[in-house]
């Protein structure tokens, strides 16, 4: 034994198994004290204060190692998450601009539904699918064609009013020349007070010129111009234009009146072809057409015209 | 290395008041270490190791107040009941320090097969307590003891070599 506990050979206090006796009986109070009234949460509180740095500095090591994988990991999960994002919001965005084009589309379509009901003809719709390439013209194909009964010279509108005449037929498409043709004519009445008169086309996507009318002429701005039924093409009583601007100079024998299309002549997809004509009978020869030509006419070619 | 010192020599090793509350103190901390899963149930105890130790090298020195203060401080950074751990180490260093000179015969090999014994009392002390209070004993914590007692050679000779005085300068 070491010489400084030789000193103490006599004086060692109790005996090992009076000390056992002694902690194991304050060990076993303590646990039924605790274990029964839960008295001690208190004295536990106290010793955890002295417990607690410690504790914290053993899981340190651990933590900070934690710390250090978390950094790097978040590092390149970051990187990863990124251009992972970046792929789904391109995807994303294609897929809501689809959406919005879903959404335009049904709107107009919804639309569309209302205008048979106003109108009163067996329709049907059509779509755009191609439109004229040359810039003077004003005309669409659109996926309707023979095979589906469109026939030369129907009425072409959308949800508003009229917006062009089927001028070709092929069998599974149809062209449709726009009221903004050059050289496209509509007969039309004023709605306000019945005056007939034709609106051409200026060849322009907006514009629409009301000819031949003298400067005296009843028409004011905003005045709404639908079709009168003259000539049997186009049905009475559609929305066609409205005048936005009207010139009275003296110097000319003709106002000019400018008119825009009412129907979204530029805009839509989505069309509707009138079906069925009204059946008008034929347009009598004009008498006085006949001695222009030269040439009597022909009664037996009349009588074949009007049978 | 040291560890065939001879028997007695070794038990007369010096150590310091310092020396003993550093390792009391490193074996806390690796007893707090973050421990989880199957780690956790094979965690040796660390406290139980060193206690055992000191209890049976220097038993007028470690014995069962001190066992009993470590065990409280267990007992609140374990969150288990007031006096649990306490029991068990009292016990623990009881068995120690009352078989010290008979485990003071034997070589380290002899010595892990006498104090496995201790261990078990010890970690049955502390299962007897929770078996009585929580009404189930987990078999798979007796796991803890073998692992203990296996390291008890591995400890004594760490302990050895840091308690052998360096007199030779030659020796590294």
């Known amino acids: 034994m070491d010489s400084t506990q030789s000193f103490r050979f006599f004086n060692r206090g109790p005996s090992e198994a009076v000390r056992l006796v002694f902690f194991v009986i304050l060990s076993l109070l303590l646990l039924f004290v605790d274990a029964r009234y839960k008295y001690l949460e208190s004295t536990r509180a106290v010793i955890s204060v002295i417990v607690y740095p410690f504790q914290r500095l053993a899981t340190m090591p651990g933590e900070a190692w934690h710390q250090v994988g978390v950094y790097f990991d978040t590092q390149s999960r970051l990187i990863n998450d990124n251009a992972q994002l970046r792929k789904q919001h391109s995807e994303d965005m294609a897929q809501l601009n689809t959406l919005q084009v879903l959404q335009n589309e049904n709107a107009q379509m919804r639309s569309l539904l209302g205008v048979p009901q106003r109108v009163n003809y067996p329709m049907q719709s059509a779509e755009i699918i191609y439109v004229e390439r040359d810039i003077f013209k004003r005309k669409v194909i659109v996926n309707k064609g023979a095979r589906a009964n469109v026939q030369l010279g129907q009425v072409v509108m959308d949800d508003i009013g009229i917006i062009g005449q089927v001028t070709r037929v092929y069998p599974w498409t149809a062209e449709v020349t726009l009221v903004t043709d050059k050289g496209h004519a509509v007969p039309v009445q004023v709605l306000r007070n019945g005056i007939r008169a034709v609106v051409f086309g200026s060849g322009d996507i907006s514009e629409l010129g009301l000819r031949y009318m003298p400067v005296s002429v009843d028409v004011q701005v905003g005045d709404e111009l639908v079709t009168s039924g003259i000539d049997g093409t186009y049905p009475p009583g559609l929305p066609v234009a409205k005048v936005i601007r009207v010139e009275r100079d003296p110097a000319y024998p003709f106002a000019r009146i400018v008119c825009e299309p009412m129907a979204g002549v530029g805009r839509n997809r989505l069309l509707l072809i009138v079906s069925a004509l009204p059946q008008l009978p034929p347009r009598p020869e004009p008498e006085v057409a006949a001695p222009t030509d030269g040439k009597p006419v022909n009664p037996n070619k009349r009588k074949a015209h009007e049978s | ?172």
């Not at chain 2, 149930?41 to 107040?65: M, S």
């Not at chain 2, 029991?87 to 034997?106: D, E, K, N, P, S």
Request: aromatic share 14%.
């Open chain 2, 1 to 172: 290395m040291n560890h065939n010192l001879p028997k007695d020599q070794e038990f007369m090793l010096p150590a310091s008041g310092g020396f003993i509350v550093m390792t009391l103190f490193v074996a806390v901390m690796l007893n707090w270490l973050p421990w989880g899963g199957w780690a956790l149930v094979l965690r040796p105890d660390f406290v139980a190791l060193v206690l055992l130790y000191w209890c049976t090298h220097k038993p007028y020195r470690v014995g069962i107040g001190i066992a009993w203060m470590m065990g409280i401080f267990a007992d609140v950074a374990d969150a288990s009941l007031f006096g649990q751990h306490a029991l068990a180490y009292a016990v623990l260093a009881f068995g120690g320090t009352v078989l010290h000179r008979r485990i003071q015969m034997f070589d380290m090999r002899q010595q892990m097969m006498q104090i496995f014994p201790l261990l078990l009392l010890s970690y049955a002390t502390y299962a007897a307590v929770h078996w009585q209070v929580h009404g189930l004993i987990e078999w798979e914590y007796f796991l803890g003891c073998v692992v203990t007692a296996l390291l008890w050679i591995p400890l004594t000779i760490l302990l050895q070599n840091l308690r052998h005085p360096r007199i030779d300068p030659d020796e590294l």
